[in-house]
């Protein structure tokens, strides 16, 4: 046994995929609409973790605020964008094809937990040959948002119980993780809102090579 979880959840922007182009293609889009300053690639990163209305929030905030703005139909105008642009600059960060390979093979299930609406979450994954391997994908749409742990708790029950771990990028995963009592690593070369190691997870990981060994000392 290399490690003593049944289940491994991940959290997905930030996490197992870099999405951060797509997600600023989608929100300078929008911004783009409401006449706005498209948000530069290096900001991008810290307008992601809590949904896409989060996001827009954010980027509106960031460029000028929202009065005066329709709201909802920039909301929809991101969604349609980002829909229709899902996996152009979408990919697995480094080592996560083979870490996902070296769980599957010890018998680990894994499984998605993401802020991002789950048919979006199940497009993307297919679009990049990946949604086979997860024994639960959960997204926005049926579970309160993280850091709600509800979806956690239903991982859990469709993954068909056992003890789980989490992996995630930002605050939303940790206390969701923390929440729902399930021990949680933290990833530092996701969206991180705050320094990986304030993000309050057991154990810190700067590389997927290292997230087998990290769940094995937990
Ligand atoms: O949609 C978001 O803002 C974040 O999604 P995530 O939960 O997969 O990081
Ligand atoms: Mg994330």
Redesign the pocket.
């Known amino acids: 046994m290399i490690h003593r979880f049944a289940i491994v959840g991940f959290?997905?922007?930030?996490?197992l995929l870099d999405t951060s182009g797509d997600l600023g293609a989608a929100v300078n889009h929008a911004l783009a609409l409401a006449e706005r300053d498209a948000v530069p690639p290096d900001q991008v990163a810290n307008l992601?973790?809590?949904?896409?209305r989060?996001?827009l929030r954010r980027a509106l905030e960031l460029t000028g605020g929202s009065v005066g703005l329709d709201e909802d139909a920039l909301f929809e105008a991101l969604l349609a964008y980002y829909e229709a642009n899902i996996a152009v600059h979408s990919s697995l960060y480094p080592g996560g094809a083979a870490m996902l390979d070296a769980l599957q093979d010890a018998g680990t299930q894994i499984a998605i937990v993401?802020?991002?609406r789950e048919a979006f979450a199940r497009k993307l994954l297919g679009a990049l040959g990946l949604d086979d391997r997860f024994a639960a994908i959960i997204g926005a749409g049926t579970y309160p948002l993280?850091p709600a742990p509800d979806a956690l708790h239903a991982m859990v029950e469709q993954c068909g119980g056992g003890t789980a771990a989490f992996v995630g990028?930002?605050t939303?995963d940790t206390a969701a993780a923390r929440a729902a009592a399930l021990p949680c690593i933290a990833v530092s070369f996701g969206f991180n809102d705050r320094p990986a190691r304030d993000l309050g997870a057991d154990a810190v990981i700067d590389h997927f090579d290292d997230l087998i060994p990290a769940l094995s000392r937990l």
């Open positions: 959290d997905l922007d930030g996490t992601i973790g809590g949904g896409a989060l996001m993401t802020n991002k993280k990028d930002t939303f």
